[in-house]
């Protein structure tokens, strides 16, 4: 795995990972794929849930915060309710 060594990345990719976290949720908690002029819309995909989760993870071997470790967990849930079926990963209609 690529481990976010400099205090400089690490710093940044809070940072972003904040902003995303608190802005770019609709009012149910879905994850939003856009943000633009204040207003997040469109539903993420499932792609987004994963890279987001990973990168929460990756900051949370950088940092050791657990907080980033819970957000990651709690993505995977909702990106499980979202996204799985019985058998296989799906990707809907409406993201």
Known sequence: ???????????????????????????????????????AAYP?????YAFLTWGLIELYQATFELGYLREALALTRQMQELFRDEDTWRVPADG
Do not use: N, P
Request: proline fraction near 0%; glycine fraction near 4%; aromatic fraction near 10%.
């Open 1 to 39: 795995m690529v481990m976010l060594d400099k205090l400089a990345y690490a710093t940044a990719a809070a940072r972003a990972a904040r902003f995303i976290l608190t802005h770019l949720r609709d009012a149910e908690g879905r994850l939003q794929a856009r943000y633009q002029e204040g207003q």
């Open 44 to 48: 993420a995909y499932l792609d987004d």
